[in-house]
């Protein structure tokens, strides 16, 4: 698979499209996490 490598042959916009998707999955898991700990610091005190 690596020894067929071109360098600047790779699909920037398809890394591009991966990496916003993964910032967006990231940002939206973090935006639940704290939700959650907010949740159960107001329903525990």
Do not use: P, Q, Y
Request: glycine letters at 2%.
């Amino acid at each position: 698979m690596a020894d067929n490598h071109e360098h600047g042959k790779m699909d920037t916009k398809e890394h591009e499209k991966t990496f916003d998707a993964f910032v967006t999955w990231s940002t939206r898991v973090a935006i639940v996490a704290v939700c959650i700990l907010l949740f159960m610091a107001l329903v525990n005190s």
